[in-house]
Each structure stands twice: as C-alpha cells, then as structure tokens.
C-alpha cells in the first residue's frame, strides 16, 4: 500500500535547493592545488583520503548524505542537522553525494584555521542549510535570519540592535525583500561591502559569522538551532490487530502493519503509523515541525528487508521470553531451554539450512553499520554498560527484565543508549543466541546499540574453558560441522569490525582490558587501529596500545606499593602490563577524561571500584560457567538534577544451587563526577 500520512517525516535532501551559482566555482582540483594538498600539505589530503575510505569503503567510491550524517557525530559530535547543513554546502557539483575531493574540502573548511575564498563560500553556505532547514528550505526567511542573528548575540536588544542596522530597507530592497536564496545569502556575507562595514559598528567581522560552523563552536550552534519535531509513528499496546485495521478510515493515513513473520500476539507494545484516528480533519502538519528521516538514524536497517524482519522478530521474541521468566523458578543459564530451542524461536525455523541463511543475512547488514563506524565511538547519555556475558542468554534477558529493554516499543532505546563491552562468546549455552540477539539490535538501533570488541572475539583465542563450551563446538553443535564452520566464520567476520572502545559524554572511556602502561591516547586508539582485526598475532601484536585495550590488568590493590607499570603478570602476554592507580590517573588527566570502565575480569559484587574511583569493573554474567557464585552488573551513566554525571551499578545476584525462586534485583549508588 502506498504510505501517505500528514506526518510522514520529509526526505532528509528535501529541505535543499537547486545551487545553480556553484558551476561558477572553479575546478575542485584547481582549490586544492591552490591550498598547497599537491605539494607541501600533501600527506594532510592522504589521511583525508584514508578516513574517506574507510567510510566510503574506497577511496574512489563516494558519500550519501545518510552515511556521512553518521560519520559526522561519531568522528566530529555534529548532529544531523548540522552536518546535512556541511554536507549539502561542500556538494560543490550538486551529485547529491560527497567525493574525496569534497570530503577533503569539507574538513578543511569547517576544522582549520586555513583562509581561502572558497572555504568561506562553504561556510556561508552551510549556515544557509542549517537555518533555512526549519522552513521549505529553498530561501530562508525574516525569522530564520533573526535566529541566526540571536545566535550570535548577548541579549534581545543587542539582537534589535544589530538586525535593524545590517539588514535596512536599502539592503532589502536590493535582494527583493526578505526570504534570500543561498545566492543571495552568500552575497550578503562575502561580497556587499556596505554590509561588511556595518558589521565593524558592533565590532563584528565576516570571520565571525563564519566561525560559526568550524570546530568545537559547531556544538554550540547545536544546542541554540534545536527545534521542535513532530514523530510519525505510535506505539500501542494491548489492542487486537483487526481493531486497528478497522480504526484506518480515510485517505489521510495508512497502517503499515505487524511484521507478517511475528506471532498475531499483541500484548507486548507495537509500533506502527499513526492512524487517522489520531490527525484533524483537514490536517497539515507545518513544514518547521515535519521531522527528517528515521529517528533511529540513517544508518538503521530498512523496515522493508529481509534482515529488518528477523531482526524484529528476534527482539519481539526477547521481550516475550523476558517477561514470561519472571513467573518461572530461576534456573542456571545452562539448564536452560537447551538444543537449540530458543535459537529456533528467535530464528522462526528448525531448519538448519534456513537458520544459516538468517544468521548470514543479519550479519551482512551488521557488517554493513560497523564499517561505517570508526574504532573509537562516541556515545551521549543516559547509557548503560554490560559487561562480560559470555553466551549466558538468560542472565541477559534477567538483566533487560530488570533494567529496561533496548527496543523502542516496551523498552528505552528511545531515550538510553547501550554499550555492551566484549566477551559475548565462549561459556554459557546460549552464545549463538546471544550474538544474534546483539547483532540485531545493533541494526535496528546503530546510533543507540554499540557493541565494543573484548578478547574472545578473536578466531586464535585459546582459554582452558574446557572444548564444550568453545565457541567451534557451540556452532558444530548446533548446525553441523560444515554449516557451524560456516557461522562460526560469518559471525567473526562482524566481530573483525566491532569498534575497540567508546567515550561517554566525552568524560568517560570504555574498553574491554584497560590501558596498560598509559603511554598512548585516545587518538591512537581511533586513528591507528586499522580494522578489519582478524587475529591477535598477526594484526594486534605490532600494536600495542591494541592489546592493551584489550587485555591488560589493574593492579589489584590501590596500595602505594602497587603503582606504576607491572610487566609480565598479565596473562603472560610480554606487551601487556598491569598498571596502578597513579597510572590510570595520568591517562585520565592526559586525555581530559573522569572515569575508565572496563570488564574482561570477573568480580565478586558484578562490579568493582579501583584506583581512586576512576577505574571501575563491570561483569554481567554471574554464576559464570556454572562455577562461581558471583553477581552480575551493568551500570547506568546518568545525569542527576546537580548536574553530575553519575555511575549508578544495577545488580543481578548469584542464586544458590539450593535456592529456586525469582532472581532479586538491586541498585546501588556510589559515585558522581561533576560535569
């Protein structure tokens, strides 16, 4: 059926116009020649080149605005408004996508100090997108101006004062009035002399208007352009499907449906487009309030494929499962829905054939999000953190039961974001099931679900965890030898691209290890961790901040005795020290961070404080391997109402193997960092 709704959200290119005054630029190599990247800022154009391609996926392939959106907030912080603005005024050819060569222009304009015409022309033009984008787009009007003027202003008479002496009647009247295109916009800014001259009254300068959109300050524009958005889709819960069909009358709204390969169960919380029901008659929505795109991000998976659908039906059999624990006696991850039953569950089939070729298909399009991401992410809050989990399904379930879901309908992906911290794989009896449930939620939520690589996501690691409980012999179990080969090869071909760390609110790192003996930085870690990472001998040990990050110690104690770096204890890995607490404070302060989590190691309480309170340790599975009677923890990193940023653990506890009853759930509190 045709989708045609009031609020359907615009097209993300809708809002840009035409640009026929940019055939009048010169030749884009000609500008590069002129900023000196063929001749003395040559290797400057070849990491720019290298950073495109590992987005792009080829140096000579090219950027649609959707993918470059999500490269932007994850390498810059830029939202998506702001970097369509970038993204739409460096298309200097109007192909509706980003070349090498454009890329390249782009960070040069908008994160150097460099001067040239044709960077101030992207500039202007990108502050043109980004205001002009809450109306239609093609011209931006009186309001709009006013905002862009207040951006830059102290108070509401300074914004009176400087709007009536820059824009007068004599400057109207030569653009026609209000409501300028780009062109003029662009003409105002870099060529009217009398414009320019009124801007030295208030001690202004074209370079101000401009520096608007060049680096850190981009944030700050961010926060002042926010606007008000109406969403397209609902959420229900507890109503029969047919009584919906039935509540779709008119042509001003559709019902997209439950995904044909989901259960007619209802109870749990379905999304789908708002019905007519829900919209005025003669309803139209203002073009300022229209939102752009799929809030999930442009990088979410499409709900017309095939891996939108076992996606989906893997999270609506999570959340099913998950609630109906709760009335079950607790018992061991390994007890547990065994032979492969709850994979048949979540896959739809018990065929094995057709189960690897879902497993095939969800892993292409995770692979697909995680070539886009870099090795470092960037992650806002709320958020919480998993630590290890090691195939123990259940204790996950446990965990979202308890703690929130990370799905939008019956759960808070909406407004929490989620990093799972490695080890996903090698112990419990569920680690299929638990890779695929993460794989799907990193495809229905890439911008939300990010999904860190630990030490046993490695094809030559080796631990006395006994053969049974290896991830070869899981997938052989479960498939067959030569189908579980096959998996076994697909699902790590996903994990030689997960990303090795993420920084939370800018103030927080997570890794898997740790940071071993301190000597390198974040940037390392983003810029020179050149994935795909296949294996641990011939592609981490000639970097050591890598095998840091993932498998060195703290030392456990934060006694005086125990600081510095500590060769040849960790795992009996040469490259990888433990290190103390004076450590992991000279690397928070190097890196202008508050607090390192990580996990790899297990721990009693499912969490540990160390060193100070700036290293803390996170382990998710309890009753690892059926043979600890440890706790199980994620944490919750939240702003509270004094402006702290605070690490909040939430608890599983063990349960005794003469104790059967509902897992109980705590939540303790223990630290805050100012903001």
Not at 124 to 132: C, E, K, L, P, T
Not at 462 to 488: K, P, Q, S
């Amino acid at each position: 059926m045709a989708r045609h709704s009031a609020i359907l959200p615009k097209n993300p290119l809708a809002a840009v116009p035409p640009a026929p005054w940019r055939g009048q630029e010169a030749p884009r190599r000609q500008i590069l020649v002129e900023l000196g990247f063929y001749h003395a800022r040559k290797e400057i154009k070849k990491s720019s080149d290298a950073e495109f391609a590992q987005i792009a996926g080829d140096v000579g392939g090219s950027l649609s605005p959707e993918v470059f959106e999500a490269a932007a907030y994850q390498r810059w912080g830029t939202d998506r408004p702001i970097a369509r603005a970038m993204f739409e005024a460096a298309d200097v050819d109007h192909s509706g996508r980003l070349n090498r060569h454009e890329y390249l222009l782009l960070t040069e304009a908008f994160f150097s100090e460099t001067k040239h015409n044709a960077l101030y022309e992207i500039r202007a033009r990108a502050i043109f997108f980004n205001y002009a984008a809450g109306g239609d787009g093609n011209r931006i009007a009186r309001s709009q101006i006013e905002e862009w003027v207040r951006d830059m202003c102290v108070s509401e008479s300074h914004v009176a004062a400087i709007f009536a002496e820059l824009f007068t009647p004599e400057v109207m009247q030569r653009y026609g009035g209000w409501n300028f295109n780009a062109a003029d916009f662009q003409d105002l800014l870099l060529k009217n002399s009398e414009f320019i001259a009124m801007l030295s009254k208030y001690s202004l300068s074209r370079t101000d208007l401009l520096r608007r959109f060049r680096g850190t300050e981009i944030t700050q524009v961010q926060q002042q352009t926010q606007r008000v958005v109406m969403h397209e889709r609902e959420v229900m819960a507890g109503q029969p499907e047919s009584d919906l069909r039935d509540a779709c009358r008119g042509d001003g709204a559709y019902y997209d449906g439950i995904p044909k390969e989901v259960d007619s169960d209802l109870s749990a919380p379905t999304s789908c487009v708002a019905v007519c029901a829900a919209i005025n008659d003669g309803f139209r929505l203002h073009s300022a309030m229209r939102a752009d795109g799929d809030w999930r991000g442009p990088l979410a998976c499409r709900r017309d494929t095939d891996a939108f659908e076992i996606a989906h039906r893997i999270n609506r059999v999570m959340h099913r499962v998950a609630m109906a624990m709760q009335a079950e006696t607790d018992i061991d991850d390994s007890e547990w829905m065994m032979q492969g039953t709850f994979l048949a569950d979540m896959l739809g089939t018990n065929v094995p054939a057709e189960q690897v070729d879902k497993i095939n298909c969800l892993a292409r399009a995770c692979h697909t999000v995680l070539r886009q991401q870099p090795s470092l992410v960037r992650v806002s809050q709320p958020c919480k953190v998993f630590g290890n989990v090691h195939g123990q399904l259940r204790d996950l379930l446990a965990m979202f039961r308890e703690h929130g879901f990370p799905v939008h309908a019956g759960g808070d992906v909406e407004i929490c974001n989620y990093v799972f911290n490695g080890n996903y794989i090698n112990g419990g009896a569920h680690q299929v099931e638990v890779v695929l449930l993460l794989f799907s939620l990193k495809i229905m939520y890439p911008t939300r679900v990010f999904l860190l690589r630990g030490s046993h996501e490695f094809r030559d690691f080796l631990i006395d965890i006994g053969e049974r409980l290896g991830f070869t012999e899981t997938c052989a179990a479960l498939f067959g030898r030569e189908r579980g080969t096959t998996v076994y090869n697909t699902i790590h071909g996903v994990f030689d691209w997960l990303p090795l760390g993420a920084v939370i609110a800018s103030r927080i790192l997570v890794v898997h290890g740790g940071i071993g003996n301190g000597n390198w930085t974040l940037s390392d870690l983003a810029q020179r961790a050149h994935r795909p990472l296949k294996d641990i001998n011939t592609t981490c040990t000639s970097h050591d901040h890598i095998l840091q990050a993932l498998w060195s110690d703290p030392v456990d104690s934060d006694e005086a005795m125990c600081r510095g770096v500590h060769y040849g204890c960790t795992r009996n890995i040469p490259q990888v020290p433990e290190f103390g607490a004076d450590v992991t404070e000279h690397f928070c302060r190097a890196n202008k961070l508050e607090m390192i989590i990580r996990s790899h190691q297990l721990v009693p309480r499912g969490y540990r404080v160390m060193h100070d309170g700036r290293l803390l340790n996170v382990f998710s599975a309890r009753n690892y391997l059926s043979r600890f009677t440890n706790d199980g923890a994620i944490l919750l990193v939240a702003t509270d109402d004094q402006r702290n940023l605070r690490v909040k653990p939430k608890i599983l506890l063990h349960f005794d193997v003469l104790y059967r009853g509902p897992p109980p759930a705590i939540v303790e509190d223990f630290v805050a960092r100012r903001l």
